[in-house]
């Protein structure tokens, strides 16, 4: 009798634990049919996500970027013949835009006209007189560069010309037709200028000129004018002439013109100005424009 109620025990503890196991599978069993069914089920990979859940691509991404803005275009004006006249030189500190100075060495104003325009920020250049074809006399006859000079008498003769105009970044030619036209010339300036460091812009007074040949062969920055406003000129033509500068300098990007520095003159590019700003030119100096022009024709 006692085995069989121990025996009888035994197999209730088996039933109810069997049981028990049953009732927790159908609990998972119903569970996981719930959580598959239910609204946060996880689509199959090939399903397009509801647009609740798409991924969000930003306004930058999706509208491609707008290309970098070019520069606007650019006008270098060069006032030549600067430093023999100190009154007329001083009307010319109140130019209302960037300009560069192209001062005559040894005259009674050079220091200061050139002193003045750095304080300003403007662009400052030594006007290197030389010997033009046809006579030619005027302050600067004494001490020009001519054809048939040693390389030494030259570099005696330029060096002393940078010395009493030191704040000059460049140089450029006062008359000269003879020398700029001179390839041995001015192979010789050239190579002079490059050892100090100096730019060169080619007046263009003969169109015989190899300037822009030898600076580029002396591996220097140069460039040459593009419009000059010649004193002589009648306002219509000087009208005409700086309407053409805006216009080189829209097509090409930058253009360089070279004025006098006459009192009329200043008169007239005072009057002139405001197209510029009408044009979206934008006035430079002629060291900055050469920062990123190249030498060209």
């Known amino acids: 009798g ?3 109620r121990q025996e009888g025990r035994s197999r209730g503890r088996w039933l109810a634990l069997l049981m028990f196991g049953a009732f927790l599978a159908g609990l998972l069993i119903v569970g996981g049919v719930f959580l598959l069914s239910g609204p946060g089920s996880p689509p199959s990979p090939d399903a397009p996500l509801p647009a609740a859940q798409a991924p969000q691509v930003s306004a930058a991404r999706a509208v491609p970027p707008s290309p970098a803005a070019s520069p606007p275009p650019r006008l270098a004006i060069v006032v030549d013949d ?3 006249d100190p009154s007329r030189d001083a009307e010319w ?9 192209a001062v005559l060495p040894f005259g009674p104003s050079s220091r200061q006209i050139a002193e003045s325009a750095k304080a300003k920020g403007w662009g400052v250049i030594l006007h290197i007189p030389m010997e033009p074809e046809s006579p030619a006399s005027d302050r600067t006859e004494g001490f020009r560069i001519r054809r048939g000079m040693t390389a030494d008498a030259m570099e005696s003769l330029l060096t002393r010309m940078f010395e009493n105009v030191p704040q000059a970044s460049g140089a450029s030619n006062h008359m000269g037709s003879a020398v700029t036209a001179d390839p041995e010339a001015m192979e010789a300036v050239a ?3 490059a050892r100090k460091g100096y730019f060169l812009l080619d007046s263009v007074t003969t169109p015989g000129s190899v300037a822009l040949d030898a600076a580029r062969k002396a591996g220097i920055p140069a460039a040459r004018r593009d419009v000059f ?8 033509e000087t009208r005409r002439q700086w309407e053409r ?3 080189i300098a829209r097509e090409k990007g930058t253009a360089v013109l070279v004025c006098h520095g006459s009192a009329e003159t200043l008169r007239r590019m005072l009057e002139l100005l405001p197209r510029l ?3 979206k030119v934008q006035a430079v100096t002629l060291e900055e424009l050469l920062r990123e022009r190249t030498p060209r024709e």
């Open 229 to 236: 406003l010649d004193p002589g000129m009648n306002e219509e």
């Open 2 to 4: 006692i085995a069989e």
């Open 93 to 101: 500190l109140h130019f209302p835009a960037r300009i560069t100075v």
């Open 191 to 193: 190579s002079i200028l």
């Open 277 to 279: 700003g009408e044009e």
């Open 82 to 84: 600067l430093g023999y």
């Open 245 to 247: 500068a805006l216009s």
